[in-house]
Every structure is written in C-alpha cells, then in structure tokens.
C-alpha cells in the first residue's frame, strides 16, 4: 500500500512527496496508522468478494511508524478489526532505521515476526552504492568495521559469503582493506 494524493492543480502526488508533506505537517503518524488500516479493510474487502486465494498485502511503513513504541498495537487492532492473521499483512521497513539500531523499530520487528507478522526490508541494496564508489572515487583503502567481520565469524553466516568475495574484488581492483577492531587472528 502506497500512498498517492490526485491534488487539483499537481496531479498526481506520489508517495515519497505524500510522506514528505505528512512528516512537514507532523501527520505522518497519523496517516501511518490509518494507512496500515485502510490496507487491512482493503484485503478484507478482496477477500469477502474474492476469497482466501487473495495474497498478502504489503504497507511500507515510515521511519517514524517504524519506530513507533505503539506499531505492535496498531497492527493488532487493525487485524482484529478486519478478521484478519497476521500472515496476511507484510510490513516495510526501512533498512537504515533497523541498520541504525534504533530500539523501538528493532524490538518492533521482533515482537511482530513472534505474533506471525512478516516484515519486508525496504531500500535495502542501497549501500550497493558503497561498492559503486570504488568505480568513481579514487580510493585507496577501505575499512571494513570489526562488527561486520565478527558477524561473518559465525558459522553459516552469509555476511561471511559476501566477504569471501568482497575481499578479493576489493584487492583486484588495487584497494587495500583494513578491518577495524579486531585484535587476533
């Protein structure tokens, strides 16, 4: 669910200009809520005429939605009030507000994926653009950050994938890499 304004003189307003408005205005919680409403009546409504084959629908939460202490409770009273589970609505969530750490979006996702809410990671693959600069930025070294190599310390660890390749492209490319924070082997 996205959200789009047909105003009378611009046209057609599309959802980042909506959030952006919202959030100069200080509505964005407000209209955060009622999208993750009107998403929930919307599926209800498809299903009722449609029925259960129905998929999922996704809302794409705003970084201050995302963090907000009472998301939990919104989701619940919508699905409530719309007879609907948990698994037939998917949350996006900003990937730099949970990359930051901020606790309430962390907590957020936890206690939602505990009552079988799923969350989608959104603009996820823009620090793909980190790679990029080392195409157009004449850099001589990068510092990877010690959390990032302990992360791939894990067995199994697909942090530990992408190192294994990163690092030789890295060095193909003539840049030195240097891991911050790390005191042994």
Same mark, same amino acid.
């Given at each position: $669910?996205?959200l789009?304004? /047909? ?15 919202? &959030?100069?205005?200080?509505?964005v ?11 929930? &009546?919307?599926?209800?409504s498809? +299903?009722?005429q449609l ?5 999922? =629908?996704?809302? /794409?939460?705003? $970084? ?6 009472d ?5 619940r ?10 698994? /037939?609505? @998917?949350?996006?969530?900003? =990937? ?17 994926a505990?009552?079988?809410? +799923?969350?989608? #990671?959104?603009?996820?693959? @823009? ?7 080392? &195409?157009?930025?004449p850099?001589h070294?990068? &510092?990877?950050?010690? +959390? ?14 992408? #190192? =294994?390749?990163?690092?030789?492209? #890295? +060095? ?10 790390? /005191?042994?082997?």
């Amino acid at each position: $669910t996205l959200l789009h304004w /047909d105003h009378p003189e611009h046209g057609v307003v599309a959802h980042e200009d909506c959030i952006v408005l919202a &959030e100069q205005t200080g509505l964005v919680l407000s209209i955060g809520r009622w999208m993750v409403r009107q998403a929930c &009546e919307q599926l209800r409504s498809w +299903r009722d005429q449609l029925g259960a084959a129905v998929p999922p =629908v996704r809302v /794409d939460l705003t $970084t201050y939605l995302t963090q907000d202490p009472d998301l939990v409770a919104v989701v619940r009273d919508a699905l409530t009030a719309t007879q609907l589970r948990p698994e /037939d609505i @998917q949350l996006g969530m900003p =990937v730099e507000v949970i990359v930051a750490g901020h606790g309430d979006s962390v907590d957020n996702v936890g206690t939602l994926a505990d009552i079988g809410v +799923r969350t989608v #990671l959104t603009k996820y693959g @823009q620090a793909v653009g980190n790679l990029a600069l080392m &195409e157009s930025v004449p850099v001589h070294g990068v &510092e990877l950050t010690g +959390r990032l190599v302990h992360m791939a310390a894990q067995p199994g660890s697909v942090m530990r994938s992408a #190192l =294994v390749g990163l690092v030789p492209l #890295l +060095r193909h490319m003539g840049i030195t890499v240097v891991v911050a924070g790390l /005191d042994d082997a």
